[in-house]
């Protein structure tokens, strides 16, 4: 009797002080106790047990700081999800989602990075080693059952791939969301960290990501408060090389990153995915139309795939949401709404989706496997799932480049339009000073309003004279573009190197214009990264240009566009058409580029298509 009137005592005088704990966790600004109150009061605020800022040790002796979020109930031991992070924080919904779904989650910051030991810090030149020794720590845990998956988006997302790479045998599955950018020289991209296209930098996802988020000495450096005013100030200037310093404090590694050669060695010890790479860890693979990693998610799927050493390994799956980089779920990409029939579009629970993907591979439940192949329809307003990618209904239709601004589903010997041989071109002036405006597209990472990630209206480019635009009539039904557009071009130019690009775009009836994809060739890696070769003045070549995939449906009296020129400014760093070092330079050469469409020289562009009727 005395033992249950002292544990009444007890639960009257805890409810007091619970209210007090939350009162002055709300109330607190001084860092330090509201760090201390928060892990106090969180078994009280989301019924989770959380241990902040363990160390744990790597295998060279550098400590990481470590979060452990586990289940107030329950026995155990769990299943653990591991998130890594660059930027110092994790979404508290993911948090209470799995730790209540029965999951420890641990968050640690990477090397270099807040409370993490590590004096210098590089994006992923750590990332195989460290995860590697986390999850060799994690499972000596009695908390924790022995399997352990991965989940995060973007940078969170690619040092899971990494992390499969290194084939810990308790890294069970992940989640990667928009993570891309993990591929490096594999399958002959040369992409690393999503920050080249074909050779050419990205760089107002570059420069700003650097600028933001790359600082190599200071663990925490705060970015300036103006910096989308530096960037707007700095972007335009020469050499590229030197843009960063221009534009924040502190050191970054910006620098050594664009000046490396795409083919040398070194860039296997910064740990971005190559062909030699194999895996063993089950993967869901989630990007976005509009996300410039997008590609990759593909290629990575695959590769992971071919080159599994177990059954596990070879469970890649992919879905592609309609939206842009890690905007999982959203309804809107630049300026375009996506569809009309939102309550069915947002009935895709991705939440459920991660969970019932963790609940097979680390809990062994029956749960049922997403499709190998799961994607969103632009304008179509619905999903379609495959086995393959890209899938059997697809067929390729071609349209070649016409007089008059024409895109012409003709073969160009059935057109009395010239004689055959005879040589009929386009051309325009290209001038690094003043380059066509990105409006849109893949961009990322960049503070300023003006570079809108996602679909934009391109018409004021119809206005410029070094963009040539070829549009079909209008379509006379419905159909679906579905894999990876690409432009068969011949070309020439007055210079010893240039670019052309190439950017698909929907004409609506009423004359607005909007962009699919976009890409672009570097003149001097026509014949691949390993071998540039400067271009020889007025000289004929042959050149392609495939672009992302995309899932869009063309509707109804609306056109399709062909825009090419030779720059997407600030997307894309610019050729200054001298032929020199490609970020070093800071003399320009106005260049005369020319599109053939002779019968000799008939350039096309190419549309996977999967008719509506």
Known sequence: MMGKSRKMVLVAAIGPGCVLLILLY??????????????????IRHGIYRTRNIMVPMRDGTKLAT????????????PVLLVRMTYGSYDQTYIDFFVKNGYVLVAQDVRGRYDSEGDTYSPHRYSRNDGYDTIDWIVKQKWASGKVGTIGCSYLGEVQILLAAAKHPNHVALVAEGAGGAMGSAMGTYDYFGLFENGVFNLASGLGWFTGAGATYDKVTPRPSDLARRLAAEIKGLPVAQLAQRVVPYKTGYDDFILRPLTDPSWMEEGYISDQDTFGTAALHVNTWYDQTVGDAFRLAQLMAENSINKRGKAQHVLIDPGIHCHIGEMTTGTVRIGEMESRYLALDYGKIYLDWFEYWLKGKPKKMPPRFKYFVIHADHWETSDRWPPEKVHVRKFHLRSSGRLDPAMPYESAEHSEGETVFDSFVYDPRD????????????????????AVDQSPLKKRKDVLIYTTDALRSDFDLIGNAKATLYVATSTPDTDFTFKLVDEYPDGTAYNLQDGVVRLRYREGMAHPKLAEPNV???????????????KKRHRI??????????????????????????????????????????????????STD
Do not use: K
């Open 67 to 78: 979060d452990i979020h586990r289940p107030l109930s329950g026995n155990g031991p769990y």
């Open 540 to 554: 004929i070549y042959r050149v392609e240009i495939e672009l992302r995939p995309i899932a869009y449906r063309f």
């Open 26 to 43: 709300f109330t607190t600004a001084w860092g330090p106790v509201r760090s201390w109150l928060a892990d106090v009061s969180m078994p």
């Open 435 to 454: 380059p066509v405006p990105s409006l849109g597209g893949t961009i990322c990472c960049m503070p300023r309003a003006i570079d809108i990630q996602g």
């Open 561 to 610: 566009s062909a825009y090419f020129s030779s720059s997407n400014f600030p997307r894309l760093a610019r050729n200054l058409n001298t032929g020199g070092p490609e970020y070093t330079g800071t003399e320009i050469a106005i260049s005369e580029n020319s599109i053939y469409r002779s019968n000799q020289h008939a350039s096309f562009i190419e549309l996977p298509v999967v």
